[in-house]
Nanobody, 129 residues
Framework: QVQLVESGGGSVQAGGSLRLSCTAS????????LGWFRQAPGKEREGVAS???????TYADSVKGRFTLSQDNAKKTFYLQMNSLKPEDTAMFYC???????????????????????WGQGTRVTVSS
């Protein structure tokens, strides 16, 4: 079972930035699908962004232009850079992943929690106005 560990959450004022990290227990230099989700109090978990090893990325409309995915294979870490944060971004953020041993031809499922086999423990983001 692949383990994911998130970090980077915190409290910021509206307009500020945070970078969330998601470190995997295995090499990320392989085929994968990576998703970021968030869950605000009293709301359902929603997809924020997804990306795969083929370079395909998808962002929720609410974060397009503000959030960016990246990775550092040397550190086995995925990142979610969040800029121009808004109070409505306040939530617990989770990273989730599927790693493929054999061939991967695409089809990463944005926003579908059931698709992902490994999950991090979550990191809290609070944005004040």
């Amino acid at each position: 079972q692949v383990q994911l560990v998130e970090s980077g959450g915190g409290s910021v004022q509206a307009g500020g930035s945070l970078r969330l990290s998601c470190t995997a227990s295995i090499s990320t230099d392989r085929h994968y699908c990576l998703g970021w989700f968030r869950q605000a109090p009293g709301k359902e978990r929603e997809g924020v962004a997804s990306g795969d090893s083929l370079g395909t990325t998808t962002y929720a409309d609410s974060v397009k232009g503000r959030f960016t995915l990246s990775q550092d294979n040397a550190k086995k870490t995925f990142y979610l850079q969040m800029n121009s944060l808004k109070p409505e971004d306040t939530a617990m953020f989770y990273c989730a992943a599927v790693f493929f041993v054999f061939r991967y031809t695409g089809g990463c499922r944005f926003g579908d929690p059931a698709y992902y086999t490994s999950w991090g423990q979550g990191t809290r983001v609070t944005v004040s106005s």
